[in-house]
T-cell receptor, first 119, second 111 residues
Framework: GAVVSQHPSWVICKSGTSVKIECRSLDFQATTMFWYRQFPKQSLMLMATSNEGSKATYEQGVEKDKFLINHASLTLSTLTVTSAHPEDSSFYIC???????????????FGEGSRLTVL | GNSVTQMEGPVTLSEEAFLTINCTYTATGYPSLFWYVQYPGEGLQLLLKATKADDKGSNKGFEATYRKETTSFHLEKGSVQVSDSAVYFCALAGGSYIPTFGRGTSLIVHP
C-alpha cells in the first residue's frame, strides 16, 4: 500500500525556536495533504489542508503565521511551527488521500506522527 | 457540516470478550466510511472501510456495516485480544468530503 513518511518522529526544542516537520509520500504523488494535531485523550484536530503549488487552506482558529505549511512538490509537504511555545507541544500527524485514477477513494495514508515538546 | 460521533472510552474488556464501538455520522450525500486504528506512539492506519450502503468492511476479525437508515458504522469483533488494545477512530471521507474523524475510542484488553 501507499506509504507516507513523517520526520522527525520526535523533537524537543527551546521556546522561541522554529521547528520543521516533513511529510513525504514515498510511492505515490499527493497533490493534497492534511495536517492534524492530536491532543491528549486522542482527538484529532484538522489544522490545514496543503495543496501542491498553492496556498494551504487553514481551519478556523489555526494561526497561519504560526503554523506555516508548504507543499513544494507532489511528494513533500512541510509544517513549520514558528516561535514555538510550550502550548504548541503536541503530536502532529500528516496524511495524504489515496486515489484510484483521478478519483479520491477517501482512504487516508498517515505518517507516523511527530511528537513536539517545547521547553 | 459533516460530523462523526463515536462512543467515549475507554472501553475495558477481558481477552476473548465481544467488542462493539458505536459510530454514527451526519453528512449530506453518501460518503465512504472508515475505521482507523492507532497503536501507542504510532500514526493511524486503516482498519477497514465501506464505500456504500449495506457494504460490510472487515479486517483482522473486525467488522463494520454501513447502515444508511441509521447513519451508523459500528465496529465489532467477536473475540478481542490483548494486541487489539489501541485507539479506534471512525471517519467519513471520499470524493469531495474533507475527512472527518470521531474523537477516538480507547480500547484496553486485559489478559
Amino acid at each position: 500500500g501507499a506509504v507516507v513518511s513523517q520526520h522527525p518522529s520526535w523533537v524537543i526544542c527551546k521556546s522561541g525556536t522554529s521547528v520543521k516537520i516533513e511529510c513525504r509520500s514515498l510511492d505515490f504523488q499527493a497533490t493534497t495533504m492534511f495536517w492534524y494535531r492530536q491532543f491528549p485523550k486522542q482527538s484529532l484536530m484538522l489544522m490545514a489542508t496543503s495543496n501542491e503549488g498553492s496556498k494551504a487552506t487553514y481551519e478556523q482558529g489555526v494561526e497561519k503565521d504560526k503554523f506555516l505549511i508548504n507543499h513544494a512538490s507532489l511528494t513533500l509537504s512541510t509544517l513549520t511551527v514558528t516561535s514555538a511555545h510550550p502550548e504548541d507541544s503536541s503530536f502532529y500527524i500528516c496524511s495524504a488521500p489515496g486515489t484510484s485514477g483521478r478519483a479520491n477513494t477517501g482512504e487516508l495514508f498517515f505518517g507516523e506522527g511527530s511528537r513536539l515538546t517545547v521547553l | 457540516g459533516n460530523s462523526v460521533t463515536q462512543m467515549e472510552g475507554p472501553v475495558t474488556l477481558s481477552e476473548e470478550a465481544f467488542l462493539t464501538i458505536n459510530c454514527t455520522y451526519t453528512a449530506t450525500g453518501y460518503p465512504s466510511l472508515f475505521w482507523y486504528v492507532q497503536y501507542p506512539g504510532e500514526g493511524l492506519q486503516l482498519l477497514l472501510k465501506a464505500t456504500k450502503a449495506d457494504d460490510k468492511g472487515s479486517n483482522k476479525g473486525f467488522e463494520a456495516t454501513y447502515r444508511k437508515e441509521t447513519t451508523s458504522f459500528h465496529l465489532e469483533k467477536g473475540s478481542v485480544q490483548v494486541s487489539d488494545s489501541a485507539v479506534y477512530f471512525c471517519a467519513l471521507a471520499g470524493g469531495s468530503y474533507i475527512p472527518t474523524f470521531g474523537r477516538g475510542t480507547s480500547l484496553i484488553v486485559h489478559p
